[in-house]
């Protein structure tokens, strides 16, 4: 699934072609997404300009006017989508389900093989939104802070991995990423969130800064079907130093990587490394 350095790669790789244009139609070949795209949409589009383009946890949102009517457009990539810019229009294939026409000929392409993003538009306050309104902190806010962390667990006896994946106190960490920010933070995925203490938080709230940032950096994670605006994979996954390295050694200490398993989900660890 497409996590917070995946769709902020997104953002980024779009926004210097998209903030400015003009939406000339939008093409939808497949609605039945997670969520139906409402029928009334590509008349609310067409003709609406982008200025800007922000991300909320894992949701994009296209920040639309056209004349004194605002409103915002959201688009989530599910678990296989993706969000391509074409120069020309071309061919769609079978998974092409949706275009963005904008007035300068860039189509934006929406994939997904699996159908479960969704496109929507909302009219009212973006944070009062049914998808938006429970997300906790963003992880790169400045909001998000040694304190905040320490706070929150209190009194919490899940497991600190499992916490960290909790969208209702901080938003967009995914699997992959709270792996590798526990390995680098050197706290074991299965130790008690409510256990973990004020100076140990400080380091794993920086830990998950500096994962998600040098994910930004390489592109975000390509698993399975994440490409970039640009069509390009990302690259974090070739550099883990727990994710996916089950049996290998520690690369810090040669110790075989460990896997358990967590709320249907792996984590990988290091047993020396982390406590």
Excluded at 26 to 35: C, H, P
Excluded at 88 to 94: A, D, G
Excluded at 108 to 132: E, N, Q, S, Y
Aim: charged content about 25%; overall charge positive; glycine content about 12%.
């Amino acid at each position: 699934m497409p996590e917070l350095p995946e769709v902020e790669t997104t953002r980024l790789g779009l926004l210097p072609h998209v903030k400015g244009q003009k939406i000339r139609a939008l093409i939808v070949r497949e609605k039945r997404l997670r969520w139906q795209i409402p029928d009334f949409l590509p008349e609310r589009l067409s003709g609406q300009t982008v200025l800007d383009i922000t991300r909320r946890g894992k949701y994009l949102l296209f920040d639309c006017r056209n004349g004194k009517k605002s409103g915002h457009l959201l688009i989530h990539l599910g678990m296989s989508g993706s969000l391509r810019m074409l120069g020309r229009p071309l061919q769609p294939e079978k998974h092409d389900h949706v275009d963005i026409v904008l007035g300068n000929g860039v189509h934006i392409r929406f994939t997904d093989p699996r159908r479960f993003g969704a496109m929507l538009w909302i009219d009212g306050a973006v944070d009062a939104h049914p998808l938006l309104e429970g997300l906790g902190i963003e992880p790169l806010s400045d909001a998000f802070t040694g304190d905040y962390l320490f706070q929150s667990s209190r009194g919490k006896k899940a497991p600190i991995k499992q916490f960290l994946m909790n969208s209702h106190i901080v938003t967009g960490i995914g699997n992959i990423y709270a792996n590798e920010a526990l390995y680098h933070a050197g706290i074991h995925p299965k130790r008690v969130t409510g256990g973990v203490s004020r100076q140990r938080c400080t380091r794993l709230v920086q830990s998950i800064r500096d994962t998600l940032n040098q994910a930004i950096k390489v592109g975000g994670s390509s698993i399975r079907n994440f490409v970039g605006s640009n069509g390009e994979t990302g690259f974090f996954q070739l550099g883990c130093w727990v994710y996916g390295r089950e049996g290998l050694p520690c690369r810090r200490c040669t110790a075989p990587i460990l896997r358990l398993r967590q709320g249907q989900r792996s984590s990988f660890y290091c047993a020396r490394c982390q406590r």
